[in-house]
């Protein structure tokens, strides 16, 4: 290889448009050379124009990419059920791959990401950024070590409302299958919110990149979207060593709030409330606090770890700390919260509250911030809570890997 790096950007508008501007804006441009894009419609790239200045090439699928090209690394930022059929592709063209977050849907999926990744030596990374931030690295390496002590309890919520406009947006937007049949299964938690409830199974992962693994769980979904899928979930999971972890999350609901998260350790508690500035902070049974900073910043490490691995070939690069091995109990988590709850429950439609102009109604269950906000200070689904409209799932086993 020489030294620049080659890369292709497959799926140039929505999320790609913060990898275009990434590179186009790199201060280490001249260690990579953007070479292609793909774009079925490339019309929704924000900074269209200046590629087309640079005379880049844009093609409309993958395969008509590497008729042309062989990128050193190609960045997936397509559709979550499109990323294990890119990424595989682009394994077998000899391609390192980062792909954004979730890994896939299904635990079939991510097995078969697993044999292509094997099959071609590369080096694949998962898009969680938080796992590459600094801060979350740096409280990883506390946890590791035993500083805070056993995990305990791991709490995390994120109140995000999304109006018509989001749900309209594309053709698999709240889907459970797209047109062709493929299950898509588009939620908050594999989906908008799938970055927090990914950050409590990596930070008490055992190794660096590694997440913890669920044995059971517990789900709640709801819907008040007129869409397939659910809007609203509250799910609670429990880990070989007996770390329970209770995830909350909606899009239907009047204000945003979170992610808020709270993890309670044998010796110290972590804490983040997102707002303007705000840091992760353990406080610890000895009366110390740590300041780990903020894990919104170095939100491109991603990609310059997996261009350096790239470059640098990955058996002599140290772990990437989100690839496919800790991006995977996220996605068995997701794949049991629909075993759990296989029939999502509607909310009553007395409590839906619909408003706006057309095409951007926001859509708002009457008083479920608050109900929501009741089961994370408690520790409680909302069924356990009483709520009229709320009914329980069942319990049950998670997968202990993506090839079981």
């Not at 694949?124 to 946890?143: E, M, N, P, R, T």
């Not at 299950?183 to 927090?196: E, I, M, R």
Request: glycine share 8%; hydrophobic share 40%.
């Amino acid at each position: 290889m020489g030294d620049q790096v080659t890369l292709a950007l497959v799926g140039i508008g929505g999320y790609g448009n913060r990898y275009v501007s990434a590179v186009l804006d790199a201060p280490t441009s001249n260690d990579i050379r953007l070479i292609a894009g793909v774009d079925p419609n490339p019309a929704t790239c924000k900074r269209l124009g200046e590629l087309r200045q640079r005379n880049m090439p844009l093609y409309p699928s993958m395969d008509a990419l590497y008729a042309e090209h062989r990128p050193d690394v190609v960045i997936i930022s397509t559709p979550l059920h499109l990323h294990a059929e890119q990424t595989c592709l682009a394994l077998s063209r000899g391609s390192h791959v980062l792909c954004e977050k979730p890994l896939c849907v299904t635990p079939q999926q991510g097995c078969e990401m697993l044999q292509a990744r094997e099959r071609a030596h590369k080096t694949v990374a998962i898009g969680y950024q938080w796992s590459f931030s600094q801060a979350i690295q740096s409280l990883k390496a506390d946890v590791l070590s035993g500083k805070l002590g056993r995990p305990k309890r791991l709490r995390t919520l994120v109140l995000w409302p999304r109006d018509e406009t989001y749900y309209r947006r594309n053709s698999w937007a709240g889907a459970t299958r797209d047109a062709r049949g493929n299950l898509v299964l588009d939620s908050p938690v594999n989906n908008a919110c799938a970055h927090y409830l990914h950050n409590m199974l990596y930070v008490t992962g055992g190794k660096i990149d590694r997440s913890a693994q669920p044995q059971t769980l517990l789900a709640e979904l709801y819907r008040a979207h007129p869409i397939d899928n659910y809007d609203t979930a509250a799910l609670r999971y429990v880990t070989a060593d007996g770390a329970i972890g209770l995830f909350i999350a909606s899009h239907a609901v009047g204000a945003r709030r979170g992610p808020i998260l709270h993890y309670e350790f044998e010796n110290a508690t972590v804490e983040f409330r997102d707002r303007p500035g705000a840091t992760i902070v353990a406080r610890f049974a000895d009366g110390t606090i740590k300041d780990y900073g903020s894990p919104n910043d170095d939100r491109d490490e991603k990609l310059w770890l997996t261009v350096r691995a790239a470059r640098n070939g990955a058996a002599d690069q140290p772990p990437i700390p989100c690839g496919i091995e800790a991006a995977a109990p996220h996605t068995l988590c997701t794949w049991a919260a629909q075993e759990s709850m296989p029939e999502i429950t509607p909310f009553p439609q007395r409590l839906i509250q619909v408003s706006g102009a057309a095409g951007a109604r926001q859509t708002v269950v009457r008083e479920l911030d608050q109900a929501l906000m009741d089961c994370y200070e408690q520790w409680r689904l909302p069924s356990e809570l009483g709520f009229a409209w709320a009914a329980p799932g069942r319990e049950v086993a998670v997968p202990d890997s993506l090839c079981s």
